[in-house]
């Protein structure tokens, strides 16, 4: 049976550092800066080389249950993978000549943390609850705080809640990532919370997460002291929906929405640009 397109643009990666640029550009708008060039070079590119890495460094036993087409279809594609971990890694070289040295200092403390769930032997999903905070977490700082330091700003109060809810809204989306292979985890012996939990209370955990997200969300449009920011609260509204129609489990059909309403922050940098 012929894999369809889109499951195989997104086993590519292709579309990571598109999303990258376009939560980059949100977050630069929202906080009122300007888009960096080599930051956002370094960002997608970095973003990228992460998921390549993770596709070739850290394969276990459950992906052989769980996804036996990815990890065959990524087998049979390894010089896309060299090809794609070369040009990364020259596009990373370059962005590096023009940054601040507190920008690269940061990212660099980022990229090792980046580099925790892609080393071999390093089971971050035995941690509970350590493997989606790491990539929320990685995701919010580094297109909150870098945007800021590569400024030339200290960071302030704005950052901070932009950040926090960032991580509250990106949260749900790792977290129910591993709902789809829980029957291969719990073969392997890995305890995600998508192990441990019910689907219900997965599910009321990130639409709590959400609901956190709108509340830290409007205290920073309120300091922002810009309504037509707003806008960006919607792609809370549309997660909620996603996961509204998700009601007895999530699939790999939701999750790719999800993973394109990453890229939600874009209209909200073209609205305030």
């Known amino acids: 049976m012929p894999i369809p397109f889109w499951r ?5 990666g292709l579309h990571i550092p598109l999303l990258a640029v376009a939560l980059l550009a949100g977050n630069a708008a929202l906080l009122q800066l300007s888009l960096s060039k ?18 070739s460094l850290a394969v276990g036993p459950e992906d052989y249950l769980n996804r036996p087409g990815r990890v065959s279809w990524w087998r049979a594609h390894r010089t896309l993978q060299r090809g794609g971990l070369a040009l990364g890694a020259l596009l990373a ?3 590096t000549l023009h940054l601040r040295p507190v920008t690269l200092m940061a990212g660099a403390g980022l990229g090792l943390v980046g580099m925790l769930y892609v080393l071999p032997g390093v089971r971050l999903k035995q941690w509970g609850l350590s493997k989606p905070l790491l990539i929320a ?7 909150t705080l870098l945007p800021v330091l590569e400024a030339g700003q200290a960071p302030g109060a704005a950052l901070w809640l932009l950040a926090s809810y960032r991580l509250l809204w990106l949260l749900p989306n790792p977290l129910l990532a591993d709902w789809p292979d829980r029957v291969g985890d719990r073969a392997a012996g890995v305890r995600t919370p998508a192990v441990r939990w019910l689907y219900g209370t ?3 955990v990130a639409l709590g997460l959400l609901l956190g997200a709108l509340a830290v969300g409007l205290i920073f449009m309120a300091h922002l002291k810009r ?4 806008v960006d609260l919607l792609g809370v509204l549309l997660v909620g929906m996603v996961l509204g129609a998700a009601r007895h489990g999530i699939t790999d059909g939701h999750l790719a929405l999800l993973d394109l309403l990453v890229a939600w922050p874009a209209v909200t940098g073209w609205i305030l640009g």
Request: hydrophobic share 55%.
């Open 8 to 12: 195989r643009l997104f086993w590519s």
């Open 93 to 95: 070289g370059w962005a």
């Open 38 to 55: 080599p930051l956002v070079v370094l960002e997608a590119s970095g973003a990228w080389i992460v998921y390549l890495l993770d596709r």
């Open 202 to 204: 997965l599910r009321r």
């Open 227 to 230: 309504p037509e920011a707003a």
């Open 137 to 143: 977490g990685a995701w919010s700082l580094g297109t």
